[in-house]
């Protein structure tokens, strides 16, 4: 097999593993600022309804999404927040630099990906969590890319 061929084959499979998750839009972000095309989980076992993505714990999670701003920033602020029924709550584990996750600098118009690796260890409380991911810029937070998504915490 040639080395394309094992390229292709290995991009088809990473493909196939990455799993497209629900998200919906944080109410203090709107789609004119910055619109989110696709959030994937990997590894992620959906349930029938396709709501959530289950996780084991003690494993390492990716997750990936596209977003597109509508504005320019050379210096991304990142933070991730269990979105608790009293509050957020940080996730800990984001590096607060969000060009860590995603090149640097953003320009308008331009569709990116941001990749962050969601470590769950092993004393986690299992169940259900809303996350809340934001992507804004460090000097003007108004400008914000912003997502939920459910994850089920697996024994
Ligand atoms: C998860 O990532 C951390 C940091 O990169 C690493 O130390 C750890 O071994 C990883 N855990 C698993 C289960 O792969």
Known sequence: MGLLNIVLLSALLATCFADEAF???????????????????TPCQQDKHKSKCG????????????????????????????????????????DKNGCVYTSCPVAAGQTQTMTYELQLGRKLPLGNFLLKLKLNDADDKTKLCCFKTTIQIKK
């Open 55 to 94: 996780i084991r714990r003690k494993t390492n999670a990716t997750l990936a999404f596209d977003y597109t701003p509508s504005f320019d920033s050379t210096n991304l602020e990142s933070a991730i927040y269990w979105a608790s029924k009293t509050g957020d709550l940080p996730f800990p584990g984001m």
């Open 23 to 41: 998200f919906s839009a944080c109410d203090e972000a709107t789609e004119e600022t910055c619109k989110i095309t696709a959030v994937n989980i």
